[in-house]
Structures are given as structure tokens and as C-alpha cells.
């Protein structure tokens, strides 16, 4: 899961035609989309998302934190506040309660503030790529909704 959501930010898309800074905090800001739309599918489709997989990311992300070289407290403060982003994403990404899927604009802007543009074109084309995301996790069962995700092509 770990590796496909890594993959899944380090879309060229972002960063060439979005133009969105090439950071530790914009990849884990993507990863955290990504992996909400799948957990909002899951839900939808009547199934709780895997919590083992859900402890595997952090457990990854904690990894990479430790090995850039933060200390115990920092890699503590670093993983806590990257619990409470997940969260307000998960919460606050979609804005239907039906098997429709709209991006929540407010979210988008206050984690990519180079999108904070209303009616700007990347914000169209960022929203499109995740409504479109959205859209191909759908289709595919739950089984292989994390193998197969990383085949999207925007």
C-alpha cells in the first residue's frame, strides 16, 4: 500500500503541470488524498477499510522520518500531526454522500495553497485527476483496489 500511494504522489502531473512544490509535505499531503478516496470507497461499497493497512503507512512514514535523521521526539510530534491531517482529510474530501465524488475545495486549498486560485486552471486539473481517480478505485473491487490503483493515468 505504502509503495503504491508513493507512487501514486510522485506523479510527474503534480509537480510539472501543477506546478505544486516538490516536498516531503506535498507528497504525504497526496498520499493522504489518495488513500482517503480509497478508504471513502471502501465505505461506500459496505466494507471498513483494513486498519492493519492503515498501521502499515504510518509505520512507513515514521520509518522515512527516522531515517532522514529526526530524533524519537520530533518523529513523535511529526506523526501526531500527521494523524490529525489524515483525519480532517478523510473527513472533509468529499463533499456526496452517494457513489459520486466531489473534491471539497476549502480542504484543497488549505493543504495546497499553490492552488488557492478559485476558477484557476490547476485547481480544475487537480480536481479532475482526483475525481477521475475516484471514478477508476470505483470500478475496481476492493480486493485489488491498492494493487491496481497505481495503474491510473490521468
Known sequence: ????????????????????????????????????????????????????????????????????????????????DMNKILYDILLKIDLKKDDSFELNKNLVFKYFTDLNHNNSLKYQEFERYFINFYKFCFELSLENMIREAIKFKN
Open 1 to 80: 500500500m505504502y509503495n503504491t500511494l508513493l507512487t501514486l504522489s510522485r506523479n510527474i502531473f503534480f509537480y510539472k503541470n501543477l506546478n505544486l512544490k516538490d516536498s516531503f509535505e506535498t507528497r504525504i499531503y497526496l498520499m493522504f488524498l489518495h488513500f482517503s478516496i480509497m478508504m471513502i470507497i471502501s465505505k461506500k461499497k459496505g466494507t471498513k477499510f483494513d486498519q492493519n493497512s492503515y498501521d502499515l503507512l504510518f509505520h512507513n512514514i515514521e520509518n522515512n522520518l527516522r531515517e532522514s535523521g529526526l530524533g524519537d521526539v520530533s518523529v513523535n510530534k511529526k506523526m501526531k
